[in-house]
Antibody, heavy 119, light 107 residues
């Protein structure tokens, strides 16, 4: 069974940093693109970033460019989101998502981890 | 960026009603359109991909249609479990974008 378990969320002050992780199991992790999607409280879904199977390419939404970095460790079946210089508007539930290809629908989602940026 | 606009934002309906949600893209996206259902406190659930293909396990009362820049999600006869928020998403080009959501509520 596919499982995606996010961790690392919490309360952080504006300008601070957090590193989210997503532990994958139940499938061949190295065969899939991985994505982070976020959802601010009471708001809609926003695609954040994705990363190729071997980590050689990654893309992100402009609003997090230069602040967030997606990475992966295929030996540990994990994908990460390093978030620096956090802003209040980054407050959201962050979901880890498995993608069958670079451009695809998202069937498998984690349960999400809440990041709260507040002073 | 490709903007995805859903209408209406909120839809009030009753069990048994036929309802339609529209999603418009700011440019043609072929059939690179996905529909998700989300319930409070839960991750989104894939319902329809490639604009019109039902995900396994999704009831046949759901139907997706459209191509290019205009798409619809139709529920032929609303059931109690269908009251939720629905999102469209394009995966034609970066950045991947979602519609703002349509909240389907009980009338």
């Amino acid at each position: 069974e596919v499982q995606l378990v996010e961790a690392g969320g919490g309360l952080v002050q504006p300008g601070g940093s957090l590193r989210l992780s997503c532990a994958a199991s139940g499938f061949t992790f190295s065969a899939y693109w991985m994505t982070w999607v976020r959802q601010a409280p009471g708001q809609g879904l926003e695609w954040v970033a994705n990363i190729r199977q071997d980590g050689s390419a990654h893309y992100n939404v402009d609003s997090v460019g230069g602040r967030f970095t997606i990475s992966r460790d295929n030996a540990k079946n994990s994908v990460f989101l390093q978030m620096n210089n956090l802003r209040v508007e980054d407050t959201a539930v962050y979901y880890c998502v498995r993608c069958p290809s670079e451009y695809s629908s998202y069937k498998w989602w984690g349960q999400g981890t809440l990041v709260t940026v507040s002073s | 960026d490709i903007q995805m606009t859903q209408s209406p934002s909120t839809l009030s309906a009753s069990v048994g009603d036929r309802v339609t949600i529209t999603c418009r893209a700011s440019q043609s996206i072929g059939n690179s359109l996905v529909w998700y259902q989300q319930k409070p406190g839960k991750a989104p659930h894939l319902f329809i991909y490639r604009a019109s293909t039902l995900e396994s396990g999704v009831p046949s009362r759901f139907r997706g249609s459209g191509s290019g820049a205009e798409f619809t999600l139709t529920i032929s006869s609303l059931q109690p479990d269908d009251f939720a928020t629905y999102y469209c998403q394009q995966h034609y080009d970066y950045p991947i974008t979602f519609g703002q959501g349509t909240r389907l509520e009980t009338k």
